[in-house]
Every structure is written in C-alpha cells, then in structure tokens.
C-alpha cells in the first residue's frame, strides 16, 4: 500500500520568502516520487519528479526537492517566492515494482504569495 | 501534439441518468488513470490501466466503470448518477511508471 501526507493544506509566505511545501510518503517498495503544480480551472502539470538517481532534485520555476529515505519525505522548496506561483501543489507517489502503474496523490497545498 | 484530450468539458446531469467520459491520448502511453478531485480532498484515483486489456480499481470505484477500448482510449462511465458524484473528473496517461503522468484538462461534472 502507499500514501501521502501533505502538511498544511493551506501556506502563505511574502513575495520573495521562502517556499516550504511538505510531503511525506508510505510505500511498501521504493518509490517513485513526483511533485505537480495546477493553476485556477487547469489541470495539473509536473514540477519535478525523483526515480531513483540523485536525491536533490531540481525542477522548473525554481522549485527543487530532497528525498529523504530516512524521513519518508520529499519536501517542496523555492528559496524565493514569486506572484506567480499562487497554485496548488499536489505531491504524488508510486511503487517502482515492475507492473505497479498506481500513481497515488496527497490533498494538496494551496500556496498563497503575499505582495 | 494534442496530448491528453477529455471530452466533455462541462455536464449536467440529473441523479439517475448515465453519461460516458471519454479520454484518449497521442503519446502511445501505456498507463492511464481516472481521478475525481473535490475540494479538500485533493486527487482520489477510480480506475486505473496498466495496459491495453487491463483495469484495475483505484480509492474510490464504487459507482463507476471503465474501458481501455485500446491503447489510446480510456472511458468512465457513471451508470446512475448521484449528486455525490459532483465533481472535477481528470484523466492522465503516463508511459512507464518513472515517468511522469501528463493531464487532460478536467470534465466539470454536476449531479443535480
């Protein structure tokens, strides 16, 4: 079975602060692990995804994440917050045991930027 | 490139009556996922296929069908529709499962 926590369905942070979105997993195989972002009235469109390889993961719009093993989390961060990212923020998980296709989201965070 | 394409974009339906979402994509995707989105609730996944010829449940399947009538196309098919079925209804494809799942732009479905 595999699961995802996001912390805070709610953030606010000022133009130009810190961007913190959290994210915590269950997988019972290691995982695949993925970040996506969706505008007003959109659909959703991927940030950044880790499989495996280097576990800081750099993404687009400034965003990046680290996967942490010990943890169980992969926390979403942008060192400066800009208007333009006022979205929601899903994380998302799947096992990476060959024919397990199930892609399972967290709730979502809705990221609000402060003039 | 079309990507993922649902169809229709908005329905109105009366509790009892049945309706098809249809979803194809052109990217030769081997995966592909139905999700409902509420508010609060984030994404809740219905049916999935792994490949052409199979489906499997996701969370929330109860009131639903599916079918992968080949490997482009992935139908939802709500039988008799209830107002807790009001909902944003997305369809995604993905190829390979390292590989990220791409979007349709959502059916806006309500049940009244």
């Known amino acids: 079975a595999q699961s995802v926590t996001q912390l805070g369905s709610h953030v606010s942070v000022s133009e130009g602060a810190l961007v913190l979105l959290r994210c915590n997993y269950s997988s019972s195989v290691p995982p695949y692990l993925f970040w996506y972002v969706q505008y007003p009235n959109q659909g959703l469109q991927l940030l950044l995804k880790?499989?495996?390889?280097?576990?800081l993961v750099k993404g687009i719009n400034g965003f990046e994440a680290e996967f942490k093993k010990s943890e169980t989390s992969f926390h979403l961060t942008k060192p400066s917050a800009h208007m333009s990212d006022a979205a929601e923020y899903f994380c998302?998980?799947?096992?990476?045991?060959?024919?397990?296709?199930?892609?399972?989201f967290g709730t979502g965070t809705r990221l609000t930027i402060i003039p | 490139n079309a990507g993922v394409t649902q169809t229709p974009k908005f329905q109105v339906l009366k509790t009892g009556q049945s309706m098809t979402l249809q979803c194809a994509q052109d990217m030769n995707h081997n995966s592909m996922y139905w999700y409902r989105q509420d508010p609060g609730m984030g994404l809740r996944l219905i049916y999935y296929?792994?490949?052409?010829?199979?489906?499997d449940k996701g969370e929330v399947p109860n009131g639903y069908n599916v079918s992968r009538l080949n490997k482009r196309e992935f139908s939802l098919r709500l039988e008799s529709a209830a107002p807790s079925q009001t909902s944003v209804y997305f369809c995604?494809?993905?190829?390979?499962?390292?590989?990220?799942?791409?979007f349709g732009q959502g059916t806006r479905l309500t049940v009244v």
């Open positions: 998302a998980v799947r096992p990476s045991n060959f024919g397990n296709e199930k892609l399972t």
């Open positions: 880790y499989t495996s390889a280097a576990t």
């Open positions: 296929s792994a490949s052409e010829g199979t489906t």
């Open positions: 995604a494809s993905s190829l390979v499962s390292n590989t990220e799942a791409f």
